[in-house]
């Protein structure tokens, strides 16, 4: 009887916190366009393949699962790029699936207008479908302290719409200019109804401010070891995560190291301290002379989130992530401002 009541006040928790803020990946840069719809294009090549999945605390009964797969490419004329990206989201009896198209306008990446500052402006339009399977939940009028699980319909009615879908939007803007880039995004611009308890003013999901100050430390193109600091921020409601740590790439290894620490702070004023490590591989990361001179990427990585206080983790456990993307150059793509002509990094250079 305790571990079905113990179920069901966890089961009841993460909707509160589900609806008060987004997933959140340790692996961002797995999710670019989840990230900043600004990102969208901003890629080293100019087509990419992006995902990540996060398994996040692995003690409970039926950990969350959440996926992220975004495909975007760019044009070099007219210097847009445009991408599609797919959410799904699966907490306990609960499912959320978005689909997004995104738009960016690039700026500074022609080779003939080579700037040192880099921007792009971007946007998101979507839908989502979000619904709850309430034959799998339990109440109290379904449990009995010497029978257990009564197998009888309950009369409560806690979930007054147990499907819900809206449209969904965002914006966001990057910059880069010498070894530093900074962005920001805000989400959920729509404000949607996405509470499953009716259409109040409560139900409505809260926007979320996305930021981001990253910094490379790469002079010329030999260093053996190059340091890519991060800081990013998240804001959502009452609830607020900032992640500071960095990406140490071992360009002989073809291969990278991630550090970051989070601090995760929620609407009831707890907070909670973590820390992620991972590591990531680089694959075909130079030009090849075997595919006619066409670069391609792929890069792989995972991590995972150990927490050094929480007041749950007892009873939640660790969270893991996978991912990866691949990106390729088309035979006539001349995008990328070489080394020689410009001082600038692109945002790929970052993260």
């Not at 839908?127 to 109290?140: E, H, I, M, P």
């Not at 409560?202 to 430390?217: D, G, K, Q, V």
């Not at 609830?239 to 990278?256: M, N, P």
Request: aromatic share 12%.
């Amino acid at each position: 009887m305790k571990q079905y009541s113990f179920h069901l006040i966890i089961g009841l928790l993460l909707t509160v916190s589900v609806q008060a803020q987004d997933p959140l990946f340790s692996q961002f840069y797995y999710a670019p366009l989840y990230m900043n719809p600004a990102l969208t294009g901003c890629m080293r090549n100019d087509f990419r393949i992006s995902g990540v999945n996060r398994m996040q605390w692995t003690r409970l009964p039926q950990p969350l699962m959440y996926t992220n797969v975004s495909v975007d490419k760019h044009l070099y004329y007219p210097q847009a790029s445009m991408g599609l990206m797919v959410n799904h989201f699966s907490e306990g009896y609960l499912r959320t699936t978005g689909v997004y198209l995104s738009l960016a306008k690039n700026i500074g990446s022609r080779t003939e207008e080579c700037h040192d500052l880099f921007i792009s402006m971007g946007m998101q339009i979507g839908w989502v479908w979000k619904g709850l399977n309430t034959s799998k939940l339990l109440f109290g009028d379904q449990l009995s302290e010497t029978q257990g699980i009564l197998g009888i319909p309950s009369d409560a009615e806690i979930f007054r719409q147990p499907n819900q879908n809206y449209l969904d939007a965002g914006a966001g803007l990057l910059a880069t200019w010498g070894n530093f880039c900074a962005g920001s995004a805000l989400h959920h611009i729509t404000r949607p109804h996405d509470g499953l308890g009716g259409s109040s003013r409560s139900s409505r999901l809260p926007m979320r401010l996305t930021a981001n100050l990253s910094y490379n430390n790469e002079r010329e193109n030999v260093q053996p070891i190059v340091v890519k600091p991060s800081v990013v921020l998240n804001l959502q409601g009452k609830s607020s995560s900032l992640a500071v740590g960095a990406l140490i790439d071992f360009k002989e290894y073809f291969s990278e190291l991630s550090i970051w620490y989070r601090n995760n702070a929620d609407f009831g004023g707890n907070s909670s301290h973590s820390i992620s490590a991972g590591i990531n591989f680089r694959f075909l990361d130079k030009k090849a002379a075997y595919n006619n001179g066409v670069d391609k990427r792929y890069r792989l990585g995972s991590s995972v989130d150990m927490y050094l206080y929480n007041p749950t983790s007892r009873h939640t456990g660790l969270s893991f992530e996978g991912g990866g993307f691949y990106d390729s150059r088309s035979a006539n793509y001349e995008g990328e401002c070489p080394s020689d002509v410009c001082p600038n990094k692109f945002p790929w250079m970052f993260f």
